[in-house]
């Protein structure tokens, strides 16, 4: 998920003001995953380009009328990188832009997101010039580094209960180095009876709509992903006819009919933060796409308060099993079906 950001807002002025930041006079401003609330003001905005790979993100910025990316392209007078929580893809995305960038590259991150150890090693790699603290983080610029041992690598990573089976992934993404432990017991959960449409919302690399399409009553997958490199893998790991592909956010999607089933291992994490409240959208957004009859298939941590949510949101509520860390859910009859 993206990082949240709440004090670049903060930084980046006074950086600019006092001179911390020099913004060059003209050229294309690169500002790299912020959050989508993030104020940006300070920026002129005809020249500010907001790359994110996030899909709440790309779609908030776009509607208060930025320029945006998925992923950064061409040159750049300037970039602002807003550091997200993963180390692995914090790096990448410093050793994709450095080299794209004449001018200041400016890093900007709480301490949560790990930005006193990346000004600690570029210090080592290249100018790194003043460092303003605040509102628990800093924002320095660094010109002239060498990162390009921080290059993003592709990953592979064995099926649990196939080794052979291998499935490609990248810095950054859930799970990457390895299957999650509660999507492998909800799949393992899942019917061989299963037919008809299904949706895998949040589908991530693909590991759980690998599982559904296994079943042969399956005559139709949707992946939704908001995770633009997350959904690229799973191009690479579903080559399966039935198999459609969704760079959208989750909470909003509409499927074009009702759907049978849902299948979902949500997130419930925005930064650090735990927000359950994420998960509950995933929920009652499950409700709203599916037939009449149609069934939600969950896994979700023990500690996740999901059974009011699901009680609310569907007529029939079953635990499925349970470990010392997942619980799993079957829902069916949604209060509020999609009709057609």
Same mark, same amino acid.
């Given at each position: 998920?993206?990082?949240?950001?709440?004090?670049?807002?903060?930084?980046?002025?006074?950086?600019?003001?006092?001179?911390?930041?020099?913004?060059?006079?003209?050229?294309?401003?690169?500002?790299?995953?912020?959050?989508?609330?993030?104020?940006?003001?300070?920026?002129?905005?005809?020249?500010?380009?907001?790359?994110?790979?996030?899909?709440?993100?790309?779609?908030?910025?776009?509607?208060?009328?930025?320029?945006?990316?998925?992923?950064?392209?061409?040159?750049?007078?300037?970039?602002?990188?807003?550091?997200?929580?993963?180390?692995?893809?914090?790096?990448?995305?410093?050793?994709?832009?450095?080299?794209?960038?004449?001018?200041?590259?400016?890093?900007?991150?709480?301490?949560?997101?790990?930005?006193?150890?990346?000004?600690?090693?570029?210090?080592?790699?290249?100018?790194?010039?003043?460092?303003?603290?605040?509102?628990?983080? /800093?924002?320095?610029?660094?010109?002239?580094?060498?990162?390009?041992?921080?290059?993003?690598?592709?990953?592979?990573?064995?099926?649990?209960?196939?080794?052979?089976?291998?499935?490609?992934?990248?810095?950054?993404?859930?799970?990457?180095?390895?299957?999650?432990?509660?999507?492998?017991?909800?799949?393992?959960?899942?019917?061989?009876?299963?037919?008809?449409?299904?949706?895998?919302?949040?589908?991530?690399?693909?590991?759980?709509?690998?599982?559904?399409? /296994?079943?042969?009553?399956?005559?139709?997958?949707?992946?939704?992903?908001?995770?633009?490199?997350?959904?690229?893998?799973?191009?690479?790991?579903?080559?399966?006819?039935?198999?459609?592909?969704?760079?959208?956010?989750?909470?909003?999607?509409?499927?074009?009919?009702?759907?049978?089933?849902?299948?979902?291992?949500?997130?419930?994490?925005?930064?650090?933060?735990?927000?359950?409240?994420?998960?509950?959208?995933?929920?009652?957004?499950?409700?709203?796409?599916?037939?009449?009859?149609?069934?939600?298939?969950?896994?979700?941590?023990?500690?996740?308060?999901?059974?009011?949510?699901?009680?609310?949101?569907?007529?029939?509520?079953?635990?499925?099993?349970?470990?010392?860390?997942?619980?799993?859910?079957?829902?069916?009859?949604?209060?509020?079906?999609?009709?057609?």
């Amino acid at each position: 998920m993206p990082c949240s950001h709440p004090m670049l807002s903060d930084r980046l002025p006074l950086a600019l003001e006092n001179g911390a930041v020099e913004m060059p006079a003209e050229g294309r401003i690169a500002v790299v995953a912020p959050s989508p609330g993030a104020d940006i003001s300070s920026l002129p905005k005809e020249r500010v380009v907001v790359v994110s790979r996030y899909y709440p993100v790309y779609r908030a910025f776009a509607d208060r009328g930025y320029s945006v990316a998925v992923a950064p392209d061409g040159h750049f007078a300037m970039a602002v990188i807003c550091l997200p929580r993963s180390k692995a893809e914090a790096r990448a995305l410093v050793a994709e832009v450095l080299p794209l960038t004449n001018g200041p590259v400016v890093i900007d991150g709480q301490k949560t997101d790990g930005v006193a150890s990346m000004l600690k090693e570029l210090r080592k790699r290249g100018d790194v010039g003043e460092v303003l603290s605040k509102a628990h983080g /800093k924002l320095f610029t660094v010109r002239g580094a060498e990162c390009r041992d921080w290059v993003a690598k592709a990953t592979k990573v064995a099926h649990p209960m196939d080794p052979a089976r291998q499935f490609m992934t990248s810095p950054g993404l859930f799970s990457a180095d390895g299957v999650d432990p509660g999507s492998a017991a909800l799949a393992e959960a899942l019917p061989d009876a299963m037919k008809g449409h299904v949706v895998d919302l949040g589908a991530g690399w693909g590991f759980l709509s690998d599982a559904i399409l /296994k079943r042969n009553g399956v005559t139709r997958l949707d992946l939704v992903e908001a995770d633009h490199a997350a959904l690229d893998a799973a191009r690479q790991n579903i080559s399966d006819p039935r198999a459609a592909f969704h760079w959208a956010d989750a909470l909003t999607f509409r499927a074009d009919a009702a759907v049978d089933h849902v299948v979902t291992n949500p997130p419930f994490h925005t930064g650090r933060a735990a927000e359950p409240s994420l998960g509950q959208g995933f929920i009652r957004a499950s409700a709203s796409i599916l037939k009449p009859r149609g069934h939600l298939w969950l896994v979700a941590n023990r500690h996740l308060p999901y059974e009011k949510t699901l009680e609310a949101g569907f007529r029939s509520v079953r635990l499925l099993g349970q470990t010392a860390e997942y619980k799993l859910f079957t829902a069916t009859q949604p209060r509020t079906p999609r009709k057609g």
